[in-house]
């Protein structure tokens, strides 16, 4: 089993940058593709970024691309995902999640998620 927790979340204003962690355990191993997604409410959870196990390739949602930046360091196992230039529109819960096998960006194939962090971006 794989455990997954984020930390990071908050209030910020529009233009700030935030930085959300993601602690991978248990049965870990750097073989895992790892994804960010967010939910807003009322609305479906959606792809936000994702990068594979070795950290060579990286994807991005096209809300996000430019802005938000994918990392891992597999030596630590974290996660990170880097939000800069933040808008009112990014306001949601922000999920990790782990995968193995084939890395995409369909959520429903992730295997393992974390509870989630509330990001708040304020006008």
């Known amino acids: 089993q794989v455990q997954l927790v984020e930390s990071g979340g908050g209030l910020v204003q529009a233009g700030d940058s935030l930085t959300l962690s993601c602690v991978v355990s248990?049965?870990?191993?750097?073989?895992?593709?790892m994804g960010w997604f967010r939910q807003a409410p009322g609305k479906e959870r959606e792809f936000v970024a994702a990068?594979?196990?070795?950290?060579?390739?990286?994807g991005y949602a096209d809300s996000v691309k430019g802005r938000f930046t994918i990392s891992r360091d597999n030596a630590k196992n974290t996660g990170y995902l880097q939000m800069n230039s933040l808008k009112p529109e990014d306001t949601a819960v922000y999920y990790c999640?782990?995968?193995?096998?084939?890395?995409?960006?369909?959520?429903?194939?992730?295997?393992?998620w974390g509870q989630g962090t509330q990001v708040t971006v304020s006008s």
């Open positions: 990068i594979t196990w070795s950290g060579g390739n990286t």
């Open positions: 999640a782990a995968k193995q096998g084939t890395y995409n960006s369909d959520y429903a194939s992730y295997d393992y």
């Open positions: 248990g049965r870990t191993g750097s073989f895992y593709h």
